[in-house]
């Protein structure tokens, strides 16, 4: 019994240097993972993100996408801007089109009947999701093998994997150790 005890002691002893010292090496990361988390959680109630504008419907047909797309990047190079599209979220039902681009973060929406440019914001919400997942170093870097995303993400994933495992040993190995004790006094 009193090998048995040792050999449990040991392995908690070990268990536990290793769980601090993953801890404290990630610790960083998994609060800036767990922050950006909740706000990505609550983007809309705390208007990180542009609402969609609203429009009057019109009864008249919608103007071409390609049109759409010239308007956007005009508008966007009268600003000084990088006018690569990253994506246009169209939406007829609502007569909005949304237009991100790939080198900022800014969000134009076009009104779909007349090609006007109804708003101008930045999606703070981008942000928040790059700094999230850890795409923004590979943004920064321009990276498109998204390389940083892929080691940030594996490492927060395997290290809170260690972390909540062998906190599930720390939690059970000393009442092992204190069960055998009570069984071997008896």
């Given at each position: 019994?009193?090998?048995?005890?040792?050999?449990?002691?040991?392995?908690?002893?070990?268990?536990?240097?290793?769980?601090?010292i993953?801890?404290?090496?990630?610790?960083?990361?998994?609060?800036?993972?767990?922050i950006?988390?909740?706000?990505?959680?609550?983007?809309?109630?705390?208007?990180?993100?542009?609402?969609?504008?609203?429009?009057?419907?019109?009864?008249?047909t919608?103007?071409?996408?390609?049109?759409l797309?010239?308007n956007?990047?005009?508008?966007?190079?009268?600003?000084?801007l990088?006018?690569?599209?990253?994506?246009?979220?169209?939406?007829?039902?609502?007569?909005i089109?949304?237009v991100?681009?790939?080198?900022?973060f800014?969000?134009?929406?076009?009104?779909?009947?007349?090609?006007?440019?109804?708003s101008?914001?930045?999606?703070?919400?981008?942000?928040?999701?790059?700094?999230?997942?850890?795409?923004i170093?590979?943004?920064?870097?321009?990276?498109?093998?998204?390389?940083?995303?892929?080691?940030y993400?594996?490492?927060?994933?395997?290290?809170?994997?260690?972390?909540s495992?062998?906190?599930?040993?720390?939690?059970?190995?000393p009442?092992?150790?204190?069960?055998?004790?009570t069984f071997?006094?008896?």
């Amino acid at each position: 019994m009193k090998l048995k005890i040792n050999k449990l002691a040991k392995s908690t002893r070990v268990y536990r240097k290793l769980h601090k010292i993953v801890a404290i090496v990630l610790v960083f990361f998994i609060l800036l993972m767990s922050i950006t988390g909740v706000l990505l959680t609550w983007k809309s109630e705390l208007l990180l993100k542009p609402e969609t504008s609203k429009i009057e419907q019109k009864k008249s047909t919608l103007i071409p996408l390609e049109t759409l797309q010239q308007n956007a990047i005009t508008f966007i190079d009268s600003l000084n801007l990088s006018t690569t599209i990253n994506r246009i979220d169209y939406r007829p039902a609502k007569g909005i089109a949304k237009v991100r681009f790939e080198d900022h973060f800014t969000e134009l929406q076009i009104d779909c009947y007349s090609g006007k440019i109804v708003s101008v914001k930045q999606r703070t919400d981008t942000i928040i999701e790059m700094i999230h997942d850890g795409s923004i170093m590979d943004y920064f870097i321009k990276n498109d093998v998204s390389l940083f995303k892929l080691f940030y993400g594996t490492l927060i994933g395997l290290g809170l994997i260690f972390i909540s495992v062998s906190g599930i040993f720390l939690w059970r190995n000393p009442k092992k150790i204190k069960k055998i004790k009570t069984f071997t006094i008896n």
